[in-house]
């Protein structure tokens, strides 16, 4: 089972990428899927999950309204879309799967043991 990230690039403040994280080996569909974010010297941060059942989405406030996460079950793939892009989202951007976790926990960097590497966003002003 492996995960791949990509999409990441420069782009200039107010403009968007898409992010993809492609699942091998098992149904993405099954299972919770996050993105995380991180700086240098900085822990990861939750930016955006989606539930295995179903498509209840969380997102972090400070992406929320600019991000949305989305899966297509039939190519094994979730997507960050990210649009308004700013300065401070520049990062490595890293999805990551795991069992559903309960809502006080989706944000919760050990609750996805599956990740992917990292893809680098780097969003000038």
């Known amino acids: 089972v492996q995960l791949q990230a990509s999409g990441g690039g420069l782009v200039e403040a107010g403009g968007s990428l898409r992010l993809s994280c492609a699942a091998s080996?098992?149904?993405?569909?099954?299972?919770?899927t996050a993105w995380f974010r991180q700086t240098p010297g900085e822990g990861r941060e939750f930016v955006a999950g989606i539930r295995g059942t179903g498509t209840t989405t969380y997102y972090a406030n400070s992406v929320r309204g600019r991000f949305t996460i989305s899966r297509d079950s039939t190519e094994n793939t979730v997507y960050l879309q990210m649009n308004s892009l700013k300065s401070e989202d520049t990062a490595v951007y890293y999805c990551a799967t795991g069992s559903n976790p309960i809502t006080s926990a989706v944000r919760s960097a050990s609750m996805y043991p599956l990740w992917g590497q990292g893809t680098l966003v780097t969003v000038s002003s």
């Open positions: 080996g098992r149904p993405s569909s099954r299972y919770a």
